[in-house]
């Protein structure tokens, strides 16, 4: 019934760019907040960008990474320029609500990139 679907992933050479989306359904979504992890080959997953009514972007990443959320469309968006081979990960969509401790993910997005 709840379902988040990351798209826009894919092979990209370095000092590219990428825009991944992910649509939400069965969800209120303007009441949530939209998160974006990535899960590197080998390595933990970690939080990169986070969306309410404020934004976070972790801060390794603050310089090429953005986000941005269309309530209309229950949609959020991650834009990432100047990639880089150490951002290859499978990236995944969130959503949470503050008075409810059930987090939402999609299926994930892989990014690879290489030259």
């Known amino acids: 019934q709840v379902q988040l679907v990351e798209s826009g992933g894919g092979l990209v050479q370095p000092g590219g760019s990428l825009r991944l989306s992910c649509a939400a359904s069965g969800i209120d979504f303007s009441l949530y907040t939209m998160g974006w992890y990535r899960q590197p080959p080998g390595k933990p997953r970690e939080l990169v960008a986070q969306i309410s009514s404020t934004i976070y972007v972790d801060a390794d990443v603050k310089d090429r990474f953005t986000t941005s959320r269309d309530n209309a469309k229950n949609t959020v968006v991650l834009q990432i320029s100047e990639l880089k081979p150490e951002d290859t990960a499978v990236y995944y969509c969130?959503?949470?609500?503050?008075?409810?401790?059930?987090?939402?993910w999609g299926q994930g997005a892989q990014v690879t990139v290489s030259s």
């Open positions: 969130s959503a949470v609500r503050w008075d409810d401790n059930i987090q939402y």
